[in-house]
């Protein structure tokens, strides 16, 4: 049978629901995990969030992509005016709480944040935190649309041959398509959520 890619994302620092689920997947060493960003804001403990999916690392193989709020965070680091804005407005607050204060965040875990991918990209899978641009011809795309595409991708063809297994927007389930799977369900964003992890080829839901 063949090894397990497991895909994780939006996790937004709810740590407990990610040591559930993680302990529900029983991981093993020859598995891969690709964790699909948001790791932070939102969700109390981000430190926590992030400390748990290096740690995971020591277990098996994991990939780690960057996230819209990873990619604020670091706008915001460099000063943009915009992606203050967003990181502040959108669950910066319990970040910076989590480590104690914003400068705080680049010390503990700067080297993790500048070394996440934009996404990961097998035979058969891309992993991405929202998706691409259809009919845009992959080496064209416009990066930001990595972590902040929407309803332009969800709601069309795209031409790739992979599957596309994304996050970003969430449902109250998992959304499966012919030509993708989005994964987020709303971990973070709201209390009763789960958080929803997708084990690879067998296409089968473990939730939190
Ligand atoms: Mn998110």
């Not at 997947?25 to 109390?44: E, H, K, N, S, W």
């Not at 993790?112 to 795309?141: C, E, K, S, W």
Request: glycine letters at 8%.
């Amino acid at each position: 049978m063949a090894n397990r890619i497991i895909a994780i994302t939006d996790i937004h620092g709810e740590i407990d629901k990610l040591n559930s689920l993680l302990d529900k997947l029983a991981i093993q060493p020859d598995d891969t995990i690709v964790f699909m960003g948001d790791y932070i804001d939102r969700g109390p403990d981000a430190k926590g969030v992030i400390d748990k999916v290096i740690a995971m690392g020591e277990v098996c193989k994991c990939v780690y992509l960057k996230g819209s709020h990873e990619y604020a965070y670091l706008k915001a680091r460099e000063g943009e005016r915009y992606y203050t804005h967003l990181f502040w407005t959108y669950g910066g607050v319990q970040t910076a709480e989590s480590y104690g204060n914003f400068e705080n965040i680049y010390k503990v875990h700067g080297e993790f944040l500048d070394n996440l991918l934009p996404y990961y990209m097998t035979d058969d899978y891309l992993f991405i935190h929202a998706g691409i641009r259809p009919q845009v011809p992959f080496n064209a795309q416009d990066e930001r649309d990595f972590y902040y595409i929407r309803g332009e991708f969800i709601y069309k063809k795209h031409n790739l041959p992979q599957k596309i297994i994304f996050g970003h927007t969430d449902f109250k389930e998992p959304q499966v398509q012919a030509d993708k799977i989005c994964i987020d369900t709303g971990c973070g964003k709201y209390p009763d959520a789960v958080l929803t992890a997708l084990i690879l080829p067998e296409e089968r839901f473990v939730h939190s």
